[in-house]
């Protein structure tokens, strides 16, 4: 049974930083295109960052060169470093994942930046 867990959000002042963390586990076989999007209040939920097996990274024009998406094949994580908060990056943050070829949902975790 696979899951995504997330982890790393919080509180922080603009122009802050947090790092998220999301770990697959279960009985896994295949870890392919490993995301994060997010979902502001009263707004659509939407692609922040994503990342291929191989390393190639496509991010939502709002976070250039402030956020970068990374992984660890060996931890079956990925993570996202959060630089240069600001208040508009409130939102949710979801860890999405095709773990063997069927795409996983973590549930969450919330990030919130300060003024």
């Known amino acids: 049974q696979v899951q995504l867990v997330e982890s790393g959000g919080g509180l922080v002042q603009a122009g802050g930083s947090l790092r998220l963390s999301c770990a697959a586990s279960?009985?896994?076989?295949?870890?392919?295109?490993m995301g994060w999007y997010r979902q502001a209040p009263g707004k659509q939920r939407e692609l922040v960052a994503r990342?291929?097996?191989?390393?190639?990274?496509n991010y939502a024009d709002s976070v250039k060169g402030r956020f970068t998406i990374s992984r660890d094949n060996a931890k079956n994580t990925v993570f996202l470093q959060m630089n240069s908060l600001q208040p508009e990056d409130t939102a949710v943050y979801y860890c999405?994942?095709?773990?063997?070829?069927?795409?996983?949902w973590g549930q969450g975790t919330q990030v919130t930046v300060s003024s």
């Open positions: 990342i291929t097996t191989f390393g190639s990274t």
């Open positions: 279960g009985n896994i076989f295949s870890i392919n295109t």
């Open positions: 999405k994942s095709r773990v063997n070829y069927n795409d996983y």
